[in-house]
């Protein structure tokens, strides 16, 4: 089957009302142009970075090869302050390295501690401090950076530094929250699947186990040509809208700096509260995958011939009741 690439559509100067009246609905990725995002475009610079974002550590990947691997795990957790990590990632061969002299590093920047697991308070309203938010962690980058406005304020939930080396590759994903992909500096081609396309994707947990996209192993991924391909360039000054559970894979053309603010579609009560990355099924979702692994195990109690018969329909029952009736 022939490959499409899809682009995902460009605009340029739309306004909050018609995004969230018109776009937003839609629920399909787009590339915004000319948005106001404050004077982090011609600021951040490498030097600009390095001296106002100070020297905090940050947790980094670090990777001997272009194309991260989570299965065969070919990159390695490492610390570095933030002005290192900036230099370090702007350049091609290192003179200081952990690996190899041209290693690749990404920052997907994290709360204050990510492990703690988040508390309500009396008010139900949830203690953020250690979800990502660049304007608590570094709040003199965040002066320079106007996210912009196309949500309610309380649909809020983080904002994240992306920052990567040249040639870097980010496996395919899916997140749970709607996605501003804010692009400061640099460039990426950013390659996205619709979830309706999630059973041509090999899928373990959130992840693609399809790395290599552009040239895929076809014997053990016969369906991947299946999943249609929506394709896009992002340079300094675009924002990438990415709905919730929309796959992306990203590859940093060039040294850049990104931020993402992630954002809440559903109601607040509907996501998991232990989730700081933004990735963590809905508390419905999990809860449905977890009834239906118990169902398989007792179907496992009968003989093949009944097991197939019965597990037959369910799907019938679950494609009838819960597929949605609006096919794309
Ligand atoms: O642009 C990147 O570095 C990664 C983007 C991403 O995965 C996200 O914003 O959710
Ligand atoms: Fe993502």
């Known amino acids: 089957m022939a490959e499409q690439r899809l682009p995902v559509p460009r605009l340029r100067g739309v306004s909050r009302e018609q995004f969230m009246e018109h776009l937003y609905p839609?629920?399909?990725?787009l590339v915004l142009e000319g948005l106001d995002l404050g004077s982090c475009t011609s600021k951040w610079t490498v030097d600009y970075l390095s001296q106002v974002g100070g020297t905090k550590e940050v947790k980094i990947h670090v990777a001997a090869v272009a194309?991260?691997?989570?299965?065969?795990?070919?990159?390695?957790?490492?610390?570095?302050?933030?002005?290192?990590?900036?230099?370090r990632a702007a350049e091609e061969t290192h003179k200081e390295f952990f690996i190899s002299q041209d290693e690749r590093y990404y920052l997907r920047s994290l709360g204050e501690d990510p492990r703690k697991v988040r508390?309500?308070?009396?008010?139900?309203?949830?203690?953020?401090?250690?979800?990502?938010?660049i304007r608590q962690q570094f709040p003199s980058l965040g002066e320079d950076?106007?996210?912009?406005?196309f949500f309610r304020e309380e649909q809020f939930f983080s904002s994240v530094f992306r920052i990567s080396s040249p040639g870097l590759q980010l496996w395919t994903h899916y997140d749970v929250m709607d996605n501003f992909l804010i692009q400061v500096t640099g460039k990426k081609r950013i390659t996205l699947f619709s979830?309706?396309?999630a059973q041509y994707l090999y899928l373990s947990g959130s992840k693609s186990e399809v790395l290599n996209i552009d040239s895929p192993d076809?014997?053990?991924?016969?369906?991947?040509?299946?999943?249609?391909?929506?394709?896009?360039?992002?340079e300094a000054g675009d924002v990438l809208f990415i709905p919730a559970l929309w796959f992306h894979n990203v590859v940093s053309e060039e040294?850049?700096?990104?931020?993402?603010?992630?954002?809440?579609?559903?109601?607040?009560e509907c996501y998991d509260t232990t989730d700081t990355y933004g990735n963590k099924d809905p508390v419905a979702a999990s809860r449905a995958m977890q009834i239906l692994d118990r169902a398989l195990k007792t179907l496992a109690e009968l003989p093949e011939e009944?097991?197939?018969?019965?597990?037959?329909?369910?799907?019938?029952?679950?494609?009838?009741?819960?597929?949605?009736?609006?096919?794309?």
Do not use: W
Not at 26 to 29: A, D, L, N, S, T
Not at 224 to 233: D, N, Q
């Open 145 to 149: 950076i106007t996210f912009p406005m």
């Open 255 to 268: 040294f850049g700096v990104g931020v993402n603010v992630f954002l809440k579609h559903l109601p607040s």
């Open 306 to 328: 009944y097991r197939d018969f019965y597990a037959r329909q369910m799907v019938l029952r679950i494609q009838d009741k819960a597929y949605s009736k609006n096919s794309e």
């Open 195 to 197: 979830p309706r396309d």
């Open 119 to 133: 508390v309500v308070d009396l008010k139900q309203s949830l203690k953020m401090s250690d979800i990502a938010d």
């Open 26 to 29: 839609q629920r399909k990725p």
């Open 67 to 87: 194309q991260m691997d989570f299965i065969s795990k070919n990159f390695v957790y490492r610390t570095l302050p933030f002005n290192k990590l900036v230099q």
């Open 218 to 234: 076809l014997d053990k991924y016969p369906l991947f040509p299946k999943a249609r391909r929506y394709e896009c360039s992002l």
